[in-house]
C-alpha cells in the first residue's frame, strides 16, 4: 500500500520503509472517511489473507486519484485517511484472526490454563496500533502479550534467515544436498 500511494515521495515519509511511513500518516488520518471490508470475512479458520484487502485499497485509491484527477504516483490530499483506514483493517484483521486461535487454544486445551502467552513478532509488532489492539486483546482474555522492543521487530525474511545462521551453526536440521527435496513454488 505504501507502494501503491508513492510515500516514498512523500515530504515526511521519504526515509521510512513502507508500515512505517503508513503507521506515521496513519496518526493525523480518518479511519473514518474510508472503510475497507475485511478479508476472509466467510471462512471461520484463523488463517490470515491480505491480497483481497490490498485489491480492495488499489481500487479505492485509484477511484480517489480519478476524483482529485491525479495521476498514479502522485501523492493523494487524504493519503494520512487512506493510511489510517488500512492501518485500521489491517489491525482488526489480525485481531480477529488471533482472537480466533486463541479460542481454538483454549478449547482444545493446547495452551496451559493459566498463564497462556500471544507472542508476536516481525515487522508487524513494530506498529502501535496494531500492537495495542493485541495488547487489549490479550488483557481481555487474559493472555500475556510478549513483543520484541520495535528496533528488533524486523522482515521476517531476517528471522528466518537468521534461525537458518543458527541451526546450521548447531547443526540441526540441515541438509547439505539436495537431492530428494521435493518443492512446489506458489
Known amino acids: 500500500v505504501a507502494r501503491r500511494l508513492s510515500l516514498r515521495k ?22 473514518e472517511q474510508l472503510v475497507f471490508r475485511l478479508p476472509m470475512k466467510q471462512y471461520r479458520n484463523c488463517s490470515f489473507s491480505f491480497s483481497g484487502l490490498l485489491n480492495v485499497v488499489n481500487n479505492a485509491i485509484a477511484q480517489k486519484e480519478k476524483e482529485e484527477g ?36 483454549m478449547k482444545n486445551s493446547i495452551l496451559p490454563p493459566k498463564n497462556a502467552t500471544l507472542v508476536v513478532s516481525g515487522g508487524v509488532a513494530s506498529n502501535q496500533y496494531i500492537r495495542k489492539g493485541l495488547q487489549n486483546l490479550a488483557d481481555t482474555n487474559d493472555f ?27 547443526g540441526l536440521g540441515v541438509l547439505h544436498r539436495t537431492d530428494g527435496i521435493r518443492y512446489e513454488p506458489k
Open 144 to 170: 500475556a502479550l510478549l513483543c520484541p522492543p520495535p528496533r528488533l521487530c524486523t522482515d521476517n525474511g531476517v528471522m528466518i534467515a537468521w534461525n537458518g545462521i543458527e541451526r546450521l551453526r548447531a
Open 70 to 105: 491525479i495521476q498514479e504516483g502522485e501523492i493523494l490530499s487524504c493519503v494520512e485517511d487512506v493510511a489510517a483506514a488500512v492501518q485500521h483493517a489491517v489491525a482488526v484483521h489480525i485481531m480477529q484472526r488471533t482472537y480466533r486461535a486463541m479460542l481454538f487454544c
Open 10 to 31: 512523500h515530504p515526511e515519509c521519504h526515509s521510512m520503509a513502507g508500515g512505517q511511513a503508513i503507521e506515521h500518516l496513519a496518526r493525523t488520518g480518518n479511519q
